[in-house]
T-cell receptor, first 112, second 116 residues
Framework: EAQVTQNPRYLITVTGKKLTVTCSQN?????MSWYRQDPGLGLRQIYY???????DKGDVPEGYKVSRKEKRNFPLILESPSPNQTSLYFC???????????FGQGTRLTVV | AQKVTQAQTEISVVEKEDVTLDCVYE???????LFWYKQPPSGELVFLIR??????QNEISGRYSWNFQKSTSSFNFTITASQVVDSAVYFC?????????????FGKGTMLLVSP
């Protein structure tokens, strides 16, 4: 089954404790990206990657890091999480030949 | 820069009413893609439709229909005979051709509440 898998689905952490949200896709897509969703703001892009070892900032990259060492994986790293990073995070992947961008199930992160 | 505007923050209807969700976009590209996604209370994003900029035909899928008008830069979504299960947040999104969907610009969403 074609899918984008994010882990964990839910996470509560404390300020300053480094964390990683994993994202993996099994469709051999070139393009992957991360979004955060906040009430009243819709989804905003954090980072995206158009190929292995190629990453670019989206609209709200501050406080986040990513890496694309393999085509299938695109982890989101919060080196020192802060409460304003409490949000719902989505990973997505796609290719030009697809009809849609495929989204993971979302990760709800709370930073206290 | 591209932009998507969903002016309706929240819409409330009674079951069986028809409802239209508005979406207005801005882009400098001549080739682009427009999407609608549904986000039910469970939180996942459900793909509804993609339309490319060269295809202005309206589309109907069951109770759902979409009206794409390049002249007004709009891509509106109509639900006919709404049902309680249609209650969700609906997002309109735009992707320019060269991004391969690596970058989607979303509107802020419209929350639709359908009451029995």
């Amino acid at each position: 089954e074609a899918q984008v898998t994010q882990n964990p689905r839910y996470l509560i952490t404390v300020t300053g404790k480094k964390l990683t949200v994993t994202c993996s896709q099994n469709m051999n897509h070139e393009y992957m990206s991360w979004y955060r969703q906040d009430p009243g703001l819709g989804l905003r892009q954090i980072y995206y990657s158009m190929n292995v070892e190629v990453t670019d900032k989206g609209d709200v990259p501050e406080g986040y890091k990513v890496s694309r060492k393999e085509k299938r994986n695109f982890p989101l790293i919060l080196e020192s999480p802060s409460p304003n990073q409490t949000s719902l995070y989505f990973c997505a992947s796609g290719d030009r030949g697809n009809t849609e961008a495929f989204f993971g199930q979302g990760t709800r992160l709370t930073v206290v | 820069a591209q932009k998507v505007t969903q002016a309706q923050t929240e819409i409330s209807v009674v079951e069986k009413e028809d409802v239209t969700l508005d979406c207005v976009y801005e882009t400098r590209d001549t080739t682009y893609y427009l999407f609608w996604y549904k986000q039910p209370p469970s939180g996942e994003l459900v793909f509804l439709i993609r339309r490319n900029s060269f295809d202005e035909q309206n589309e109907i899928s069951g109770r759902y229909s979409w009206n794409f008008q390049k002249s007004t830069s709009s891509f509106n979504f109509t639900i006919t005979a709404s049902q309680v299960v249609d209650s969700a947040v609906y997002f309109c999104a735009l992707s320019e051709d060269n991004s391969g969907y690596s970058t989607l610009t979303f509107g802020k969403g419209t929350m639709l509440l359908v009451s029995p």
